[in-house]
């Protein structure tokens, strides 16, 4: 049976930390989401408020990672400086909770530095070895082709290309499916050149 990780507080890799968001975390999420660039092809619509942040962070107090049937965001940031960079996340299905679906969002200030791949790999992680999961899933917009690169250059595979699949902000659009197994992602892990811990 799987549980709720309620002990969570936060991982490191190489150059960031995922942690759980706290309340001064909100200003700087509101920004990033803010941003109509970082939220192009995102599910908000812009501006997005402090106090909208304020109430996304304050409502992930009470949350834990690995509830079955909910998302969980991580916030991600330097682990040098502290600044709060960023988030990733991870929906856990609510009818097998061995199936995960995640997704990132990088402000734009610290894309193009291999914290994308660098925070995922570490969310993959806890995912497969410390949560035993046995398949993680990411969809993206098939225009996203800075995801589309993050999602391939993990060694995550594309599994299919839905035509006109989604209503998003006002338009039919196709989505990439990507996919990866535990056993696939150890694999990987294990070879000379992975990714960032």
């Known amino acids: 049976m799987i549980t709720p990780d309620v002990e969570f507080d936060h991982r490191r890799t190489d150059r960031l930390v995922i942690r759980r968001f706290g309340s001064g975390d909100a200003s700087s999420f509101a920004a990033y989401r803010s941003d109509p660039t ?15 942040a304020r109430v996304f962070v304050d409502g992930l107090g009470a949350a834990h990672p690995d509830t079955p049937g909910e ?10 400086t502290g600044v709060h960079v960023g988030d990733v996340a991870a929906g856990v299905d609510a009818d097998d909770p061995r199936l995960v679906a995640v997704g990132i969002t990088l402000a734009r200030s610290a894309q193009g530095q291999g914290y994308g791949a660098e925070a995922l790999a570490g969310l993959l992680d806890y995912l497969f070895l410390e949560r035993c999961k046995h398949r993680v899933t ?10 589309s690169v993050l999602l391939e250059r993990l060694g995550i595979r594309r599994e299919a290309h839905h035509l006109r699949s989604a209503w998003y902000k006002g ?5 990439y499916v990507y996919a990866v197994l535990a056993s696939e992602w150890t694999h990987r892990r294990s070879l000379p050149g992975a990714p960032s811990r």
């Open 71 to 80: 998302w969980f965001q991580f916030a991600i940031a330097e682990a040098a």
């Open 138 to 147: 990411a969809e993206c917009d098939t225009r996203n082709a800075p995801s």
């Open 171 to 175: 338009e039919w659009t196709d989505e």
């Open 38 to 52: 970082v939220a192009r092809y995102q599910g908000w619509e812009t501006p997005f408020t402090e106090s909208q």
